[in-house]
Every structure is written in C-alpha cells, then in structure tokens.
C-alpha cells in the first residue's frame, strides 16, 4: 500500500491497463466458485464497493506508548540464522530525488533515513516493494553495496515494483514465478538464494517478495484474491515436480511483503496464504497443504520492537482507517523456526537506544508531524530445522 488510503487508492497499475484489468475482473466474477470461508465476498458484486473502517477505538496503536532504551531485537542473528527484512518504502523514496529513474508517484525523501534503518538493522535477505519496474537489478545492487556502506557486495531480482536482494548468489533462472498469464500485474519477485554450504549444509532457500494491490473496491479485492492463487499454485507445483522451478523436498520459503490484508474487507488472501485454499480451482487447481509435513504456513506476526501488543505494519494517523497488519511474511515451520522477530519502530526507542545504533527517532516515519508512517519495516531472524 502506498501514501493513498487504503479504501479509497486507484490502483497505479489499473490507470496504466484499464483494458486488461477490466478483462482480469470480469473473468474472475465469470468463473469463481462462491468463497465458502468469506460469505462476505460473493460472486455478484455488492451495492456497497468501499469497505468502511471500524472504529479506532478497536484496533487502535497503544495510546501512550511508552519509548523504551531496550535494543536487543536489534542484536545481529549467529552465523547459522537468516535475518530477513521485508518493507514497501513508498514509491522510490530511498533514491536521490533527482534521481531521472525516480517514479512519477514519488513524493518522501527517505534516503538518509533508509541508510540508517539498513546499516542498523543489517539483514541478510531483503524483501522491498514500490521500487520504480524501469530500475536494473545490477544498479540497485550496487545502490544497495554503497548504502549498506560496502560490507558486502548485493546482488538483485527485480520484477515489477517488487525486489529482493542478498549478499548472498540469487538464482532467478528457472525459479520465476510462474502466473499462467501475460499480464504484469500478477507478477512477483521470486528467487532461490544459494546459502553458503558451509554454514548451512546443502540447503537453501526460496523466496516470493510480493505487493498485492491496494484499494476497497469489489475488483481490488477479486484481484488480491487472484495474486494469492497464482503463487500458491506457483508453490504447489514446484514442490510437486509439476512445474518449472521444481523445489528440493523439504526446501524451506518464505512469502513476504505487502498483501494489503485490510481489516475492512474480506481479506481471502490471507487463507490462500497460509492454507493453500485456492479460490479458483478451474483456473489453478485444487487446493493444497503448502508446509512440507501437509500442514498449513505460518504468520509470524511479530509486535513493535519485539514489546507490547502492538502488531500493525501501516499506519496513518490522519486516516479514518486503522492502523492494520498489511505486510506479512509468512513461512514453513516444518523447516524453519523463527528465533526473533519485530515490526521495527524508531519511534519507540529512546535516545540513548538510537544513538547506540545511529538512528533517528523519525526514520520510520515519512511525516512525523502527521503520525504519518505509512508502512513499517517487519524483520524475522530464522533457523534452519531439519525436515519432516
């Protein structure tokens, strides 16, 4: 989700292929079974097409936070854990703003604040969203080297607005995720990251970094719903030798990013998701159990700085809608266990705390003045567990 409200954004992809997008939304309602698990959403379209936020009250951030000196989520993982960071850093913003590549929607400058985020929280895989598509994945690896202060080389797959990038060898030939449509829309950044054998045997890791669309009405959440089909029919088909990127048994993966799982709204993606639960099985196939011991994944769910109650990833305070859980990294539990894991907040460190890892109280912020966050970096340091 970007800086437009989530019950009332346009989507930026629907203005450039209205035609194509109309086709995809018309096709949908043409062949979709009726979703047993959500009677909200049905089949023919409802008179009301904007969800209406609950109230604040509800689902409300703590109403006094409390900063805390406490940091120790912050502590880097052994040699032996992967720390993975997914964030939608709002269209470009990380980028110099005369930067000619910079998107048409950009409107923050974060570069300053993106370096300190990065260089403090130093993850090992990163998951980005609202990335400008005409970007080269060879420029934002080396953008990513120079920010991280050239600890390490990066490199970079690019698909769409998504990006997922490691210091680690990524392997995008033969592992892109397969959609059953020309349509770009469907598209998400998909790798396989080669772990250095020497630290973690000869296993690896397989990643879905995702942006679903945004926006309450019927069409956007048919198309969510659609976007979440398509990957776990992806995953069903690798990990059955089925399709073109076939998966080792028992290789662990993640999904992750920005699903834009709205409280106001049905939000199907979500049981597509974890439970394998594909809406349109005549169009990709039956539902299955997507973890490798036939169980469902896992919402790793992570609160504030790993304190509190607090598990939002956006928020906006002028917004008549709710500080939500948008982004999620889901995972397979049968081989990965998550060690530590937070929604990263500046804004409740103390300054003792920030200065110890060089950040600033607003660096998650993208105006400070308007309680506007827009969306949250989520962080999970995982280890590998042995299969099922």
Not at 13 to 23: C, D, E, Y
């Amino acid at each position: 989700m970007s800086s437009v409200s989530p019950a009332t954004a346009v989507s930026r992809w629907w203005l450039r292929w209205p035609v194509l997008l109309l086709a995809i939304t018309l096709a949908s309602c043409a062949r979709s079974n009726a979703l047993t698990a959500e009677p909200a959403l049905a089949d023919t379209e409802p008179a009301a097409q904007v969800p209406t936020a609950t109230s604040r009250p509800t689902q409300a951030p703590t109403p006094t936070a409390t900063r805390s000196a406490y940091d120790g989520f912050l502590q880097r993982p052994p040699e032996a854990q992967l720390r993975v960071m997914t964030y939608n850093v709002h269209w470009d913003s990380i980028f110099p703003a005369d930067d000619p590549l910079s998107h048409d929607l950009r409107e923050f400058d974060r570069q300053g604040a993106f370096a300190r985020i990065l260089r403090a929280v130093q993850p090992d895989i990163l998951c980005l969203q609202e990335i400008n598509q005409r970007r080269l994945e060879d420029d934002l690896a080396s953008f990513l080297t120079h920010v991280s202060a050239g600890q390490q080389s990066w490199q970079a797959v690019h698909v769409r607005d998504t990006l997922i990038a490691s210091p680690f060898r990524l392997v995008e030939q033969d592992y892109q995720l397969q959609t059953r449509t020309i349509l770009p829309i469907l598209d998400q950044a998909a790798a396989l990251i080669d772990l250095p054998d020497e630290v973690f045997g000869p296993t690896d890791l397989y990643m879905v970094c995702a942006h679903f669309k945004s926006g309450g009405t019927y069409g956007d959440v048919l198309l969510r719903v659609r976007q979440a089909d398509a990957i776990m029919a992806h995953l069903r088909d690798s990990a059955s030798g089925q399709g073109g990127s076939d998966l080792a048994v028992g290789t662990p993966y993640l999904v992750l990013g920005d699903f834009n799982i709205y409280d106001t709204d049905p939000a199907r993606q979500r049981i597509t998701l974890l439970q394998g639960d594909i809406h349109d099985e005549g169009g990709y196939g039956p539902d299955w159990s997507p973890d490798w011991d036939g169980t469902a994944l896992t919402d790793a769910l992570p609160t504030h700085n790993d304190l509190g109650d607090d598990r939002y990833t956006w928020r906006a305070d002028a917004s008549p809608l709710n500080p939500g859980v948008l982004d999620r990294i889901f995972y397979t539990d049968s081989v990965l266990q998550v060690e530590n894991a937070f929604v990263f907040n500046t804004a409740l460190m103390t300054e003792a705390a920030l200065a110890r890892h060089s950040l600033q109280w607003d660096d998650v912020m993208l105006v400070a003045s308007a309680g506007y966050f827009d969306h949250l970096p989520i962080v999970a340091d995982f280890s590998l567990q042995p299969g099922p």
